[in-house]
């Protein structure tokens, strides 16, 4: 007589069409994301993994596995590419792992909108809706090329674009989703607008996004251009003119310390040391006004490449920016991590003075300049750590908390401790109640629902 | 024996190939402009008129002009469509009138930039960059379909997209010029970037200009529609949004109080009493997150209308924005008048409305929100006053300033005394010294130069 049949069987069983990843390195390699930035995360989410992992490639075969996975009362974990940085793909009670990466249909464009399935990499709908329609994202993460439409809605910020439209999550960026209810008869739902932000950046618990339909914006050519600076202050105060002259047109302002220059060695020879660096992408037209500002504040250019030649040659400084910085830094010292903090719209340049002062040594200033979402140039910070212990960690993010930074800490695997910032409110909670009533959706990651 | 001639006589004699006007009902009508607006100015300037108008079409007609005006010591008024409202136009002290309304050939777009001369028609540039290139102006004033570039940069502020890119003078937006000097032997010279600035808005006294570089932004189809609210400040929070939020795509944001309203007769079936309303140019893409935030702030929508139909029927709202309001108030009341104020970024919307509490029976209020020259979002206005004595108009404007408001007074001839508030900088009074040094420019419109 058989051993009966594990609920992960079962569902393999009854569904044996769908894509199912069964070699145990693979399943493990699929559970894990870019948390390991964390050296917290990366210990108390060790050995965390799913059961099976399964490449769902139509709305058919995601119902029939959500359906069936709801009357097994099997967890779902949802993975785009597995590029977030707060566990969101690492599932905490087994199961499911949903990887969405074949999901990944381009729908359409049109009307400055674009509409694709959860799954598609946002470098494909780029060059899609650049090529077709003379259009590109309006936002995106430094890890574009690999990373889903999905996760960047499920667990991502903005990025490259969001000085010119703020976060994903300002009014106006994303038009639309689709969703289906875990449940044993799925439903499928539009909601639409503000609605839609209900499941944005709640790391994929109160909801299993299908579609998502964004805004775009107007394609433009960017030049990219390294500049640096004797001097800190000075360099900041470049950034911030760049960032706040609505008259230059960019898509990327991103400042690096004389403290981080060091670590990005595929660039080393047009960063010289001890000198603070922008690395900015600039539509040709505004290349003058860029230079007159250079000029102003005592900046030296010593990078630029034409639109033309980044296309042609995949070689972009966009990938030294936001967390990519952190990642590069990585390959020459393993014993970093890093913060993610939010300075104060109009306080930002003293801030981060300030926080420089305080801990230049041991935070290494890594700051984006955007617009937040009240449509105000700031900055965001990525900084990197030289990490000691945990305990370190912690009382430097209280120093920033102190000073009135705003640390939306990614060494946190809970949904409330991290950006959300506390409980959530009762809009998310009865999302959760309409699409995910079994709790099914990584169980253990939101507070409010175990 | 015949009487000598005089010297416009001499100029006409020695340059018979040009295109004179010599009707003097066209010589004086030609000698105004939109100055009118300004009891003050009407009165000032009545009389004012040129000895003879010019009609240049190309370099070489300028040059020799330029080149025997300068010989004959005869006074240069330039005039693009006449639509400024400073009697920028209005010659002081005669001479000849340059209508460089036949200088108008399109140069070039590329990059992102275009280039015409002086005299072309902002809407004809516009309609060329869109359909040539999927380009658009930056900025523009609502008399687009008359006001010339030249007029744009000698006397414009700015206008409608400049909730995006500020005023034409944020650095980026204007490119160069090209400025000829009043010499006998006139140089043409290129100024670029910053440089170019030092004759922007000087009101044609410091240079003559006879091409223009812009940075364009990618056009987008802009729908048009009216909101209209119970509420005074309920509307402006509205506005302020709409204007504040990265994620809405728009190129107008004009506000009229319920007290201006009525004076819109061609809207009043879209307008009902009592209701202070927004007139918007919002992108299709962008028009749920309109709604909204109207839905939010207790807005109506009353009039709707496609990019597609307004390109068909010619028929737009922005012809009752910016300046054009006060123009469409004219027509049912002749006893009004205006004012030009800026307010202090952040704390805009307190001071409208404690303008419009203390002076809201006699100073209607009608603003737009812009981005200003740091890129913060603010309000600027063209209130609508009803005028009974210029002693009362001089007290209105002081209020204003002893609330912290800034006042460009639209009531002096002076440019001193207008926009530029105050004694012009040296590198102002350089450019003059190089490109008019025998002070023909219209003499007596810059007090620095008598």
Redesign the interface.
Known sequence: MNAPLSTIEQLQVALPDLDWVKETPRIQRLSQDFSWFSPVLKRQLAGKFADAVVRPRTEDEVKRLVALCAKLRVPLTIRGAGTGNYGQSVPLQGGVVLDMSAFNQFLWCK???ARAQAGMRLWDLEKQVRAGN?MEL?CMPSTYRSATLGGLFGGGFGGIGSI???PLA????I?GIKAITIEEEPQVVEL???EALLMHHLWGTNGLVLEIEL???????WNEYLVVFNGFDAALEFGNAI???????KREVGFLSSAVTPYLKPLAEYLPANRHAFILAI????E??MM??AGVHGGQVTYRKEAEEIARTHRTLLEYTWNHTTLVAFKSDRNITYLQSAFVAGEHLEQVKRMEKLLGDEVLMHAEFI?NI????TCTALQIVKFTTEERLQEIMQVYRDNGVRINDPHVFIVEDGKAGGDLPQAYTDVKRRFDPLNLLNPGKTRAWQ
Chains 1, 2 share one sequence.
Do not use: F, M, W
């Open positions: 009307g400055g909108a003379g309006r010119n439209y703020g300002s009014r106006g960026n038009l639409r607008g503000a805004a775009l914006a107007p394609a433009q050519d960032a706040s002259t609505t008259g230059i047109a539509a040709p037209v505004s003058l006004a007159e500002l617009r009240e449509g105000k140039v």
